[in-house]
């Protein structure tokens, strides 16, 4: 199959990359390389996925898909069997100081991506949403039913827009969409602007962590690989058009997905955890709650293990020391 990948040079959608062309399959990659986070390492990634045998049958075009005339100039007459769109403006915080950069690229950018799927009538759509929906709800685990109308971020409520805008298009054109709820994703070439990197980068450079709310916070770490897992999964089953309620509630070919690892940690267990991998402890700053934060995150994987199989496999005190070792060689390297 020939896969469009957008946001490739980022932390998940390189690894989707490489997993794409190891089964065999061709990828056409779109990225804009914008420095929210190091356009190096962006460039490391791309590297990476080119020597892993990416050079005959993977494709870059360095764009901005909110720009429709030049992803559609880029694009042409390409054939695109399906569509990973994992590209965006990521970030919370961000999203406080630079809210129209996530307009373009969450909302016109997302648009442009279901444009070009009903143009080519790509058999499925599988495209990133988030955990942050979910906001500030005391619910927990997070189940997919839930009402999530009240974002605490503009981040989220981009997520939540690009949601309802796939539901519409799914609708209308019946395009085949899923949609994943990703929760907070950490592993090789994962993303500095994460809590894991930054908080491993500053232990072993001997740099206070700036811990929030006494570390009175639970995530749901995932490893990349289960999330790679997951999204192929996706990938390979798309929802069909048969009119019955589907994940997420639609009758429409469009379903959503938790994709978490089904355990929500203490933030204070993954820095003793990174301690322990980078051997020597944090020097601690505490902070108060940040705007935009949310106290929990915790993912009910009901309906994508029922029609998928999805189980993550990878608990924090495998994942960890996997990324501490990763990380230490890719900044020797780096410094050389």
């Not at 080519?120 to 997919?144: C, I, K, N, Q």
């Not at 089904?262 to 505490?286: F, P, V, W, Y």
Request: glycine share 8%.
């Amino acid at each position: 199959m020939r896969i469009l990948v957008t946001g490739v040079a980022g932390f998940i959608g390189s690894h989707v990359a490489r997993r794409l062309l190891a089964r065999g399959d061709t990828v056409v990659g779109i990225d804009n390389l914008n420095d929210y986070n190091p356009v190096q390492l962006k460039r490391d990634r791309l590297d990476a996925i080119v020597a892993d045998g990416g050079a005959d049958r993977f494709t870059f075009h360095h764009l901005d898909f909110s720009d429709h005339e030049a992803l559609d100039a880029a694009l042409g007459a390409t054939d695109i069997d399906s569509i990973v769109h994992l590209g965006a403006q990521a970030g919370v915080r961000y999203s406080l100081t630079n809210p129209r950069a996530y307009v373009a690229s969450n909302l016109a950018g997302h648009v442009n991506i279901l444009e070009l799927a009903r143009a080519r009538r790509v058999d499925h759509l599988v495209y990133a949403s988030s955990s942050s929906v979910y906001g500030t709800s005391p619910d927990l685990p997070f189940r997919v039913e839930q009402r999530v109308d009240f974002p605490i971020s503009l981040y989220a409520a981009t997520k939540k827009a690009d949601e309802l805008m796939s539901e519409t298009y799914a609708h209308l054109y019946r395009i085949p969409q899923t949609g994943l709820r990703f929760f907070t994703v950490y592993g090789p070439w994962g993303r500095p602007d994460m809590a894991v990197w930054g908080f491993t980068d500053k232990i072993l450079s001997g740099v206070p962590i700036e811990v929030f709310n006494g570390g009175n916070m639970r995530r749901d770490f995932t490893f990349i690989d289960d999330i790679v897992t997951g999204i192929i999964a996706a990938l390979d089953n798309p929802p069909p058009d048969d009119g019955a309620a589907k994940a997420g509630g639609s009758v429409s070919p469009h379903r959503l997905y938790n994709i978490g690892n089904n355990q929500a940690e203490q933030l204070e267990t993954m820095i003793g955890l990174i301690e322990e991998s980078c051997g020597c402890k944090a020097i601690r700053i505490e902070k108060p709650m940040q705007p935009g934060d949310v106290p929990a995150t915790y993912a009910d994987l009901t309906a994508i293990r029922e029609d998928l199989g999805f189980r993550p496999t990878t608990p924090i005190s495998v994942g960890i020391p996997i990324f501490v070792e990763w990380f230490k060689g890719y900044r020797a390297s780096a410094r050389n």
